[in-house]
């Protein structure tokens, strides 16, 4: 009992060292999925066995000054896609999608296109987001090789990639305010269960 005990205690050992680590939720970007102060497991190797996919919550690094602080949100798009929201549906490859987790419908269109993110018409400037120069696109209306389109669930107050660009899988930033800084590009991993407070203990799905 006692070697089985010890056998159970590495393992949760190692598993909080090397492949589990917590999130705390600071900001309602991200309700009604999750509230403020709901504590999350997040899978650290999920994305080095995997590429981040469509509709999941990821843990990543923004693009932008966030004071060391990870970002949650939830995956839209993934290289290849065509992102497109207009009269406040979200289209991937010209389809409608069905969101359940949504709080409340954008407000704002958007279009990738151009080799760009156009919201409400006017492109995002490359100085204020992470929108790649055009040698880094394969088409001019899909998201480039290597990055992501994520947007909170609370659509109207999150920042997300409809004010700062894109999210990065790795590397130096391809523009925005962290390019050129020491700042590198990732995802942190998936969250994939809320395990704080109690009675919001849940596992999280698509």
């Known amino acids: 009992m006692l070697d089985a005990l010890i056998v159970a205690g590495l393992v949760a050992l190692f598993l909080i060292t090397f492949v589990i680590r917590t999130f705390y939720i600071p900001s309602v970007s991200m309700v009604p999925t999750?509230?403020?102060?709901?504590v999350l497991l997040v899978n650290e190797i999920a994305y080095r066995l995997h590429?981040?996919?469509?509709?999941?919550?990821?843990?990543?690094?923004?693009?932008?000054?966030?004071?060391?602080?990870?970002f949650v949100k939830r995956v839209i798009g993934v290289p290849g896609d065509a992102i497109a929201i207009r009269d406040g549906v979200v289209y991937r490859n010209g389809a409608a999608l069905r969101e359940p987790y949504q709080n409340q419908a954008p407000t704002y269109d958007l279009a990738i296109r151009d080799y760009g993110i156009y919201v409400d018409g006017r492109p995002l400037d490359p100085r204020a987001a992470n929108v790649p120069p055009r040698a880094a696109w394969q088409a001019p209306d899909r998201i480039p090789t290597g990055f992501y389109f994520v947007l909170g669930d609370n659509r109207n107050y999150s920042d997300d990639s409809h004010v700062w660009g894109f999210a990065q899988t790795h590397g130096d930033f391809a523009a925005g305010p962290l390019r050129g800084r020491k700042a590198r590009a990732g995802f942190t991993g998936r969250a994939f269960a809320i395990i704080w407070?109690?009675?919001?203990?849940?596992v999280l799905e698509k």
């Open 51 to 70: 590429r981040p996919a469509d509709g999941e919550i990821a843990v990543f690094e923004p693009p932008v000054d966030s004071g060391g602080s990870d």
């Open 34 to 38: 999750l509230q403020v102060r709901d």
């Open 197 to 202: 407070p109690l009675n919001r203990l849940q």
